[in-house]
């Protein structure tokens, strides 16, 4: 649903292959992140409440108007989360943004050999800072002993009754603090190699407009040839949602519905413009890079490519094939299926709002955001 409300369309299955890559180079991160220093604002959030008065009122709700008020304390800066709809409460706040990030960043500490903390233990551990030793949902006893972030002190800035104008502004402790983390961080399937994401920190890649782009090649280490066959998967899932696209135009058509051709007049387009890149796809070393894809869509993307590099030009011939795909991701609501149901759904679909099909992206825009803030660390 989050996917839908961004504007995204995965009627097939192509976003598999996304997240895999996107993990792999980038780890820990997520397309909601915009700017670094959020990794440090969650535990001074956590911190101050830990260091307040005991009160009747839960550390959730405490710790989620901490968050309100921190939305506010950042307007005027780009990438807050919240701001569309301060001052109404956050959706998204950063605490459920950034965790993941904390703990695969190694800011979160882990608990007694059982992995990096989950938030109900860190509002549990909090909470016993002012209490007595509480116990976890397995009635095992949370130690109080250590604080759970590993992360500088708050600046002055920050301690001001939870008032006061703050920025994204990393200070040079926090800017060498996240570098030396960031570096560290290996890839997920290469465990002895430094991830993309640790190559990259301190260089400028403003200029850079893919993750797969020259500047980033250079810069991957061992990881080079698996993010040019990412940029190749990236340019065939487009190829792919356009000739989604038309097959359903052309089954509306069939369906007796007023006709359109923004779709199919559209697909030549999208595959002159993308069809080199994505045939030099090496398939066995593909399928090694994401693993293991649900079968109806690898093969989906398999017999696309072989489409492609036939120099074939009907999408229908690769229609019964993304139907799998459709209805084993989609069920009942594929819009390809041979059902009344799906005939009612294509007759909803408008092609004129359909999105123009564009290559996997892996998040390129929020790493060049976050790593922004680390330029010459």
Known sequence: MAADQQGVRDEIGFLSIHQRYADRFFPGTSVLHTRLRHVLFVPWLYRDEQLKPASSRSTRDSIKDREYRLTGRLKGESGVIGSRNYPEPVEQRPSQVYWGALQQWGILRGHDGSGPLSRYQVERLVTGKRSTLLKDEEGRPLSTAAWPFAC?????????????????????????????????LTSPDNPGEKSVLAQLVGEDIAGTRTAWGRQVLQLAGKERPVLVRAGQA????????????????????????????????????????????????EWSGFCEDVKHLPVAVSEALRLTLDWLKRGATDPMELEPMYRDAEQYRKGRRARLSNTQFAVDLRTEWTSAEHPQAQPLHYRWDRIQMLLADLVGA
């Open 152 to 184: 500088p002190e708050a600046p002055n800035e920050w301690a001001r009754d939870g008032e006061g104008t703050l920025t994204f502004r990393l200070l040079k402790t926090e800017r060498t603090f996240l570098a030396k983390r960031l570096r560290s």
């Open 234 to 281: 990236a340019a065939l899932a487009a190829i792919g949602r356009a000739i989604y696209a038309a097959q359903v135009e052309t089954l509306q058509e069939r369906d007796g519905t007023p006709p359109s051709r923004i779709q199919r007049s559209a697909l030549p387009t999208v595959v002159s413009r993308w069809a080199e890149q994505a045939a030099k796809l």
